[in-house]
């Protein structure tokens, strides 16, 4: 029988320098834990974290992310894991190293704890893992339990690249659009259940924040500020984005990034960035009023994500391509995630439909 369903990570700790105390946080998991991270993270983190467990008796041996998140690579830190008797995972970083994380303390049976340095997607709440593998598209892992605690060190996200912010703020917008149509379609969730009450106003709660403080975050982190913005925009694009992805279910503007990304076409665009196109595109197939449409546009373009195919790096993308990744995106199950039937020829429509738009607002803006 199918019923209503959420899920989230046991503990989010959001605040200022948290990882100050992360000996407070670790130490009922255990007193050896494997930390996974790229190099780059761990000279961001190392001082911090060495500095929280000295004369404790927590040790963070630190094993290095090779950069993919692959079974090979899960094999190959699970077998360390196993080697050295850890009592539970550290994952920190963006979303390969977290997934690997995930992975790794699932076939394990260890606890978890993910402590993102970045707020560019919803990954570090959910019980998804994304495998990638040469040659294939990418495969999700479905977990069956969310992360054990998330902390999240405002400082340190604070200090990354702005373009990684705005991004994830892409990711966090679709999140009401496409739960709104997942609600309107009866389309299950991650968990194979149906969205609550309080999933579905979590994604709400997730656009009205960055309609509000998007702008002001960006400029925060421009000028290597934390304000209460950023705060905002931070748990809206880690926790009620990932909470309300997860419970509510995703759709098109999933399934265009899912399609773009199976072309075989250099692109450098980041996820939220495409997702951010992808919901422009679901607005048009959904033929939604015009004002809801400039309200998107506007907010996107105030804080820099992607109005149309040139700002995707894709102003050159060949007719024969666009259609071979609209056939890809029709593909995927999420993007019949719809009130109505989604055929290969509305949506090829639609996303040239929201690429004019596009062009149209920014002629007028410029």
């Not at 930390?35 to 404790?56: G, M, P, R, W």
């Not at 989604?342 to 596009?358: M, N, P, Q, R």
């Amino acid at each position: 029988m199918t019923c209503q369903v959420i899920g989230n990570p046991s503990r989010y700790r959001q605040g200022r320098h948290i990882l100050d105390d992360i000996h407070h946080y670790l130490q009922q998991y255990g007193s050896k834990f494997l930390f996974l991270a790229d190099e780059n993270v761990y000279q961001i983190l190392a001082d911090q974290l060495n500095k929280s467990l000295k004369n404790t008796d927590i040790e963070l041996v630190w094993v290095k992310f090779n950069g993919e998140s692959s079974p090979d690579e899960v094999k190959r830190v699970q077998s360390v894991f196993t080697e050295q008797s850890f009592h539970a995972v550290v994952g920190a970083g963006g979303g390969k190293a977290l997934d690997t994380a995930k992975a790794v303390a699932h076939y394990t049976g260890a606890p978890l704890v993910i402590a993102p340095t970045i707020a560019s997607t919803d990954a570090p709440c959910s019980s998804l893992a994304v495998m990638y593998e040469e040659n294939e598209l990418p495969k999700d892992l479905i977990l069956p339990k969310n992360p054990d605690l998330v902390l999240v060190d405002v400082d340190i996200i604070a200090k990354a690249p702005v373009r990684l912010l705005v991004s994830g703020m892409g990711d966090a917008f679709a999140t009401y659009y496409e739960a709104r149509a997942c609600k309107n379609s009866g389309a299950k969730n991650i968990f194979q259940g149906f969205g609550t009450n309080s999933s579905y106003e979590l994604a709400k709660l997730s656009r009205q924040i960055l309609l509000e403080d998007g702008l002001k975050a960006k400029i925060a982190v421009e000028n290597k500020t934390v304000t209460k913005a950023l705060e905002n925009i931070i748990e809206a694009n880690i926790y009620l984005s990932g909470v309300g992805f997860e419970n509510n279910g995703c759709a098109v503007a999933h399934g265009i990034y899912n399609g773009f990304t199976a072309l075989h076409k250099e692109h450098h665009f980041l996820h939220g960035e495409c997702v951010a196109f992808g919901t422009l595109v679901q607005l048009v197939l959904e033929n939604v009023g015009s004002d809801e449409i400039y309200k998107v546009q506007s907010f996107f373009y105030s804080v820099g994500l992607p109005l149309t195919l040139a700002d995707l790096g894709w102003g050159n993308i060949t007719d024969a391509e666009l259609k071979q990744a609209v056939t890809a995106a029709c593909a995927n199950e999420i993007t019949h995630h719809m009130p109505f039937p989604v055929t290969e020829e509305s949506l090829y429509e639609a996303v040239i439909v929201a690429d004019k738009l596009g062009a149209y607002f920014k002629k007028n803006e410029e």
